[in-house]
């Protein structure tokens, strides 16, 4: 953002680019929202793109991307081994990011992969301030156990705390010291996605690294979202607002041993990539990529979104550009939260969160209130939102439910693609639905797979209020 003083003397914020290229979309009719639904087993993820009026699933691999992405891809050396791209690509990672070792990998959980396989043993114990989804997966399948230590304030929806997703010190080293020998490492989520987008504090990450050098145990850093992340700091933390955000993230990143990330996000491509200053790590790490990834110097991307992530580094810290879909978040969520809709507050990265349990209180949590209001939210808007609540956990290994401490939607606002038509749009149909959220009912499997379930289950609506939504829907609103 252009950050200026107003006539009236407070902050203005315009964006800093402008849009060249467009693709046209489409409202569908309420009717056919309806099909479409039924058609996906009630799971947004199993929409067609088609049936999508605002794809607001994810970030990943759909922010817009800019022109000088496009044009280096255009000039990508394509080439099996020791690509020219490749080594630009781990300059630019020195340079911004100030890591000697980096090896590319074809998405974020490719990363998560090799790292369990390295660091995590049958029994191991991995703290870290949130699991995500794939995290999670890939630490259980290697036999370890995820422990999730935020500070309180992250699991009250309501407080305002600036940095909900620091990690709580004084449990940290209750379990460093409990656990001698069997912690593979801690892990820090630079904007803990499953706590509602919400930002680590420099602080906090700097008291982990002291404990963790204490206790000698490496720390890993998922910067997936540290663009986001480091704007916070700039914004809400002592002593960060005149500094540049590429200081800010450069000190931020400087605490972790190893650094990785899902390139879909940040930097705007289709792939990852792990990096780190540690020699030992990195020879670790690196023999596994040509059995599960693919030759190192291409990790299983295609070399042109090397090129173009190498240039989404630099602009994923350029001032003029980060922080548009965050300003639009921030007015969504405010809207929503003086209208009395359960949003997280205070507003963070990645999208507007909706506590679902308190929309639909009517709803059992094992009728999955958050999947219930994803289906409803896409009925009543066309709007695609993602279930980030019970149906995202996977059952124990008794084939008992885990309910999450958030029976979360987030409606994601991916990188300068949406407008603030669009937001306003979002706000008048959430609104309509908590005046008719008594006619939502649950939902119920009908095909539920073992792992990661929430990709591919199907399931139906209890009580057909799908169609009762629709109805009402149509007498008060019209067709589309
Ligand atoms: N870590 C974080 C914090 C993420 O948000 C994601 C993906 C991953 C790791 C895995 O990366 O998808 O490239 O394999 N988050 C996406 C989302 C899926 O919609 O939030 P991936």
Same mark, same amino acid.
């Given at each position: 953002?252009?950050?200026? $003083?107003?006539?009236?003397?407070?902050?203005?914020?315009?964006?800093?680019?402008?849009?060249?290229?467009?693709?046209?979309?489409?409202?569908?009719?309420?009717?056919?929202?309806?099909?479409?639904?039924?058609?996906?087993?009630?799971? =947004?993820?199993?929409?067609?793109?088609?049936?999508?009026?605002?794809?607001?699933?994810?970030?990943?691999?759909?922010? *817009?991307?800019?022109?000088?992405?496009?044009?280096?891809?255009?000039?990508?050396?394509?080439?099996?081994?020791?690509?020219?791209?490749?080594?630009?690509?781990?300059?630019?990672?020195?340079?911004?990011?100030?890591?000697?070792?980096?090896?590319?990998?074809?998405?974020?959980?490719?990363?998560?992969?090799?790292?369990?396989?390295?660091?995590?043993?049958?029994?191991?114990?991995?703290?870290?301030?949130?699991?995500?989804? =794939?995290?999670?997966?890939?630490?259980?399948?290697?036999?370890?156990?995820?422990?999730?230590?935020?500070?309180?304030?992250?699991?009250?929806?309501?407080?305002?705390?600036?940095?909900?997703?620091?990690?709580?010190?004084?449990?940290?080293?209750?379990?460093?010291?409990?656990?001698?020998?069997?912690?593979?490492?801690?892990?820090?989520?630079?904007?803990?996605?499953?706590?509602?987008?919400?930002?680590?504090?420099?602080?906090? @990450?700097?008291?982990?690294?002291?404990?963790?050098? $204490?206790?000698?145990?490496?720390?890993?850093?998922?910067?997936?979202?540290?663009?986001?992340?480091?704007?916070?700091?700039?914004?809400?933390?002592?002593?960060?607002?005149?500094?540049?955000?590429?200081?800010?993230?450069?000190?931020?990143?400087?605490?972790?041993?190893?650094?990785?990330?899902?390139?879909?996000? *940040?930097?705007?491509?289709?792939?990852?990539?792990?990096?780190?200053?540690?020699?030992?790590?990195?020879?670790?790490?690196?023999?596994?990529?040509?059995?599960?990834?693919?030759?190192?110097?291409?990790?299983?991307?295609?070399?042109?979104?090397? *090129?173009?992530?190498?240039?989404?580094?630099?602009?994923?810290?350029?001032?003029?550009?980060?922080?548009?879909?965050?300003?639009?978040?921030?007015?969504?969520?405010?809207?929503?939260?003086?209208?009395?809709?359960?949003?997280?507050?205070?507003?963070?990265?990645?999208?507007?969160?909706?506590?679902?349990?308190?929309?639909?209180?009517?709803?059992?949590?094992?009728?999955?209130?958050?999947?219930?209001?994803? *289906?409803?939210?896409?009925?009543?808007?066309?709007? $695609?939102?993602?279930?980030?609540?019970?149906?995202?956990?996977? $059952?124990?290994?008794?084939?008992?439910? @885990?309910?999450?401490?958030?029976?979360?939607?987030?409606?994601?606002?991916?990188?300068?693609?949406?407008?603030?038509?669009?937001?306003?749009?979002?706000?008048?149909?959430?609104?309509?639905?908590?005046?008719?959220?008594?006619?939502?009912?649950?939902?119920?499997?009908?095909?539920?797979?073992?792992?990661?379930?929430?990709?591919?289950?199907?399931?139906?609506?209890?009580?057909?209020?799908?169609?009762?939504?629709?109805?009402?829907?149509?007498?008060?609103?019209?067709?589309?």
């Amino acid at each position: 953002m252009i950050i200026v $003083r107003s006539r009236d003397g407070s902050e203005l914020r315009v964006d800093g680019y402008r849009v060249r290229f467009f693709e046209r979309i489409d409202l569908p009719p309420i009717d056919r929202r309806l099909k479409a639904i039924r058609e996906a087993g009630w799971n =947004t993820f199993q929409l067609k793109a088609d049936d999508v009026f605002l794809d607001m699933l994810t970030d990943s691999g759909v922010n *817009a991307m800019s022109i000088n992405q496009l044009a280096a891809m255009m000039s990508a050396q394509d080439a099996y081994a020791g690509s020219r791209t490749f080594y630009e690509f781990a300059e630019t990672v020195e340079e911004i990011l100030s890591f000697k070792y980096v090896i590319p990998v074809h998405q974020g959980r490719a990363a998560e992969h090799l790292l369990a396989k390295v660091f995590v043993r049958e029994g191991s114990i991995v703290p870290m301030n949130y699991h995500f989804t =794939t995290t999670k997966t890939h630490i259980d399948l290697a036999g370890g156990i995820v422990v999730e230590i935020p500070v309180k304030e992250a699991l009250d929806i309501k407080s305002r705390y600036p940095f909900k997703g620091d990690i709580d010190v004084s449990k940290l080293e209750e379990i460093l010291k409990k656990e001698r020998g069997k912690v593979a490492f801690v892990r820090i989520e630079a904007v803990a996605n499953l706590l509602g987008g919400q930002p680590v504090s420099m602080k906090n @990450i700097r008291e982990v690294r002291e404990l963790c050098d $204490r206790y000698g145990v490496p720390l890993v850093l998922d910067g997936s979202m540290v663009d986001w992340n480091v704007y916070f700091i700039k914004e809400r933390e002592p002593g960060y607002r005149s500094k540049k955000l590429v200081d800010i993230l450069r000190e931020f990143v400087s605490y972790s041993d190893i650094f990785y990330m899902s390139a879909r996000k *940040a930097p705007s491509v289709r792939g990852g990539f792990i990096a780190t200053n540690n020699r030992e790590f990195y020879e670790k790490i690196v023999i596994h990529v040509p059995v599960y990834e693919g030759f190192p110097t291409y990790g299983g991307m295609s070399i042109k979104e090397i *090129a173009a992530m190498a240039i989404g580094l630099r602009e994923m810290v350029d001032e003029n550009l980060i922080g548009s879909e965050l300003e639009l978040i921030k007015y969504v969520v405010e809207e929503l939260d003086k209208r009395g809709i359960p949003v997280v507050l205070p507003p963070g990265g990645l999208g507007v969160h909706i506590e679902a349990s308190q929309f639909l209180p009517h709803v059992p949590r094992n009728a999955y209130p958050a999947g219930s209001l994803a *289906a409803a939210l896409y009925l009543a808007s066309g709007v $695609r939102s993602m279930e980030r609540g019970a149906m995202s956990m996977d $059952r124990d290994r008794d084939g008992r439910e @885990i309910y999450p401490d958030l029976e979360l939607i987030r409606i994601a606002f991916p990188r300068r693609t949406y407008l603030k038509s669009h937001a306003d749009y979002l706000i008048d149909r959430v609104l309509w639905l908590y005046e008719h959220r008594d006619i939502v009912e649950g939902l119920r499997w009908i095909y539920e797979p073992p792992v990661l379930r929430f990709f591919l289950g199907r399931l139906e609506d209890i009580g057909n209020w799908g169609e009762k939504l629709v109805e009402v829907y149509k007498k008060e609103l019209g067709d589309l």
